[in-house]
T-cell receptor, first 114, second 117 residues
Framework: KNQVEQSPQSLIILEGKNCTLQCNYTVSPFSNLRWYKQDTGRGPVSLTI?????NTKSNGRYTATLDADTKQSSLHITASQLSDSASYICVVSVPLGGSYIPTFGRGTSLIVHP | DTGVSQDPRHKITKRGQNVTFRCDPI?????LYWYRQTLGQGPEFLTY????????KSRLLSDRFSAERPKGSFSTLEIQRTEQGDSAMYLCASRPTKTSGGANEQFFGPGTRLTVL
């Protein structure tokens, strides 16, 4: 079972609408939780980074929340734009040996239609 | 461009051939990571370096895979005797050892897409 589960797998919304993407993780402890945006054929680009003690982090129209008790995170996108069409990936840093290694979810594929 | 660069961007090879990819991290970034990403999946950790030292390797990194970072700057990932299952996007990322604020952001390159025929 993947340690980082994302839902929905895919989402289609109209331009201008808001949406919320979910991330559930099972690992504990963890160093930080990150959300990345990945355009097709490109490397991921960081949107937000939260340590386990943070509850929310905003980056423009992107707002991430973290509930360490329920091990859930969400990414809320406000007033979506066509350029928001991409895969959004949740990443939790998992202890491995003496390091924390990023563990990626499978991503949510978002399509924004005009 | 001062971001992470990877070369080549695309590689098509025949099964059984060896391939080598290169990653140039952001200058002064101590840590360098390699990931593999297949279609519809998130990236999977392969290995990472702290300067020239390879500190962790995933079980995904079979003995056909080898990574080096000889001078603590650029890194190479070699796959020997390629198999069709090796077809994937190979991503490189770098970050400094510590950043202000406590949380460490990784900066990804554009990836090398490998197709094994």
């Amino acid at each position: 079972k993947n340690q980082v589960e994302q839902s929905p797998q895919s989402l289609i919304i109209l331009e201008g609408k808001n949406c919320t993407l979910q991330c559930n993780y099972t690992v504990s402890p963890f160093s930080n939780l990150r959300w990345y945006k990945q355009d097709t054929g490109r490397g991921p680009v960081s949107l937000t980074i939260m340590t386990f003690s943070e509850n929310t982090k905003s980056n423009g129209r992107y707002t991430a929340t973290l509930d360490a008790d329920t091990k859930q995170s969400s990414l809320h996108i406000t007033a979506s734009q066509l350029s928001d069409s991409a895969s959004y990936i949740c990443v939790v840093s998992v202890p491995l040996g003496g390091s924390y290694i990023p563990t990626f979810g499978r991503g949510t594929s978002l399509i924004v239609h005009p | 461009d001062t971001g992470v660069s990877q070369d080549p961007r695309h590689k098509i090879t025949k099964r059984g051939q060896n391939v080598t990819f290169r990653c140039d991290p952001i200058s002064e970034h101590n840590r360098l990571y390699w990931y593999r990403q297949t279609l519809g999946q998130g990236p999977e950790f392969l290995t990472y370096f702290q300067n020239e030292a390879q500190l962790e390797k995933s079980r995904l990194l079979s003995d056909r895979f080898s990574a080096e970072r000889p001078k603590g700057s650029f890194s190479t990932l070699e796959i020997q005797r390629t198999e069709q299952g090796d077809s994937a996007m190979y991503l490189c990322a770098s970050r400094p050892t510590k950043t202000s604020g406590g949380a460490n952001e990784q900066f990804f390159g554009p990836g090398t897409r490998l197709t094994v025929l």
